[in-house]
T-cell receptor
């Protein structure tokens, strides 16, 4: 079974540009999470969805960040406009939230560099 | 709010030896899950082991085992017979289930970098 798929794996962009990160969760998983990892702040949750509905977006830094999950097999995280401080590794994770199966499986991450 | 503390930024162990990584957490919940994730240089987050708080028995996965002390809110990871491939960042994480059919976020510690020497 394929794991969580993220694209692109690496992204280099210039300040002010729009960036879109993509995630395909594991089939059958009904919860999807977006995390960000930086040296300064460690691993932090940005937003997560249950059954395609956003549950907690309190970690989204500001209005420049937005996330969508139009269906059970696809999610996007968009940054517009991007800034150098957005440089980080962005992880997508999914879990099957049935019977409190709380193990989250992570994708390989997208390494974003904003110049 | 729940917090997870890893007080050892770096640890070192010789190959074939045993090492223990420490983790403490703070929560007012009685039902929760604890995890150890490994992050090698590739940056992939790999689940090492998980523990349900309602289980008294410590979880074990091959060379990896935990010492779960619920009253002390301690959750340490023991790696036996350390191998070069164990070198990585190790993150302790906590999650509190919201209910059947829903998931909740992971709260991570700051990580412990493990070096394995010959």
């Amino acid at each position: 079974d394929a794991g969580v798929i993220q694209s692109p794996r690496h992204e280099v962009t210039e300040m002010g540009q729009e960036v879109t990160l993509r995630c395909k969760p594991i089939s059958g998983h009904n919860s999807l999470f977006w995390y960000r990892q930086t040296m300064m702040r460690g691993l932090e949750l940005l937003i997560y969805f249950n059954n395609n509905v956003p549950i907690d977006d309190s970690g989204m830094p500001e209005d420049r960040f937005s996330a969508k999950m139009p269906n059970a097999s696809f999610s996007t995280l968009k940054i517009q406009p991007s800034e150098p401080r957005d440089s980080a590794v962005y992880f997508c994770a999914s879990t099957r939230g049935l019977n409190n199966q709380e193990t989250q499986y992570f994708g390989p991450g997208t390494r974003l560099l904003v110049l | 709010a729940q917090t997870v503390t890893q007080s050892q930024p770096e640890m070192s162990v010789q190959e074939a030896e045993t090492v223990t990584l420490s983790c403490t957490y703070d929560t007012s919940e009685s039902d929760y899950y604890l995890f150890w994730y490994k992050q090698p240089p590739s940056r992939q987050m790999i689940l090492v082991i998980r523990q349900e708080a309602y289980k008294q028995q410590n979880a074990t996965e091959n060379r990896f085992s935990v010492n779960f002390q619920k009253a002390a809110k301690s959750f340490s990871l023991k790696i036996s017979d350390s191998q070069l491939g164990d070198a990585a960042m190790y993150f302790c994480a906590y999650s509190h289930p919201r209910g059947v059919g829903t998931a909740s976020k992971l709260t991570f510690g700051t990580g412990t970098r493990l070096q394995v020497t010959l």
